[in-house]
């Protein structure tokens, strides 16, 4: 059942070196307060899983976070790769975490059934495809019905899911509104769920039919973070930053500049920093 924390408070509780997370939203809502906010508290040897990981994960590699990384597509949204990714698993800095890549569709797949509490997800996938080649947990099955040779992958269940949504209620329900990515499922997957979201309304009383509500009680903790998915967008509060996602590039790409810029923008910030962040870029997005 949701209960109402700071942000710090949440993740010191929720989330613990060794545990396999996931850091979710799609194209917006992505939780980068949340993030920031487990690399200051200097979590070490997670299992980070995301769809599309970009430069929250490459933020997160860039500290030593990292042990092993479940994926599909990796990149700088619009701008290129993931420069600290790259160092990582080229040239060892500052660790060299394990890889696991996989394809959208087997990552959609696996957290489907990871929420659905099922050991693998079974689907068409692959043919033809390269990945099977290095990665083991790519499997065929054959359908005891047809006889049809379909892709095999583990589910996803991650330890705890971060999440940012535009709005809880004070009953701890959450609304996701716009592109929904793996969101819902991800929380649904895991053992702890933890949303942050734009702000605590009374209800939702303007919401149209299809919105996407995730139930007090399939969540761990919510915490207010106006602001808390710079420089991804949030459908209805700001638009996407895009300046920041370009600058990232030149940030990432020496060491001794990622080690500054974290330290200035992430070590040394606090969660309440992500709200004068958006300030300029607030708008119906």
């Not at 996602?245 to 974290?262: G, I, P, S």
């Amino acid at each position: 059942m949701a209960k109402f924390q700071d942000l710090k408070t949440a993740v010191a509780e929720n989330l613990h070196d060794g545990d396999t997370v996931a850091f979710e939203g799609f194209t917006h809502l992505i939780p980068h307060a949340a993030a920031h906010e487990a690399i200051r508290q200097g979590r070490r040897d997670l299992t980070l899983i995301r769809m599309t990981p970009d430069v929250v994960y490459d933020q997160m590699i860039g500290m030593g976070m990292a042990k092993k990384l479940v994926f599909s597509y990796a990149g700088n949204p619009g701008v290129g790769l993931l420069r600290r990714l790259r160092d990582a698993v080229e040239n060892g800095w500052p660790n060299r975490p394990e890889v696991e890549e996989h394809s959208h569709a087997a990552m959609a797949n696996a957290y489907g059934a990871g929420a659905a509490g099922l050991p693998c997800a079974i689907f068409r996938g692959y043919l033809g495809a390269g990945l099977e080649a290095v990665n083991a947990n790519i499997k065929r099955v054959a359908c005891p019905f047809t006889g049809e040779m379909l892709a095999a992958v583990p589910s996803v269940r991650p330890d705890v899911s971060f999440v940012h949504a535009q709005k809880a209620d004070r009953k701890g329900n959450v609304l996701v509104e716009g592109i929904i990515g793996i969101q819902k499922e991800a929380v649904l997957a895991a053992k702890r769920a933890v949303v942050t979201v734009e702000e605590i309304v009374d209800d939702f009383d303007d919401v149209h039919a299809n919105a996407c509500i995730l139930p007090r009680w399939t969540i761990t903790a919510v915490c207010e973070v106006p602001g808390g998915a710079h420089p991804s967008y949030a459908h209805g509060y700001y638009e996407r930053d895009n300046k920041s996602y370009l600058e990232w590039d030149k940030v990432a790409a020496d060491r001794e500049t990622f080690k500054a810029w974290m330290k200035e923008h992430v070590l040394d910030a606090k969660p309440e920093d992500f709200a004068d962040r958006v300030a300029h870029l607030r708008s119906v997005a």
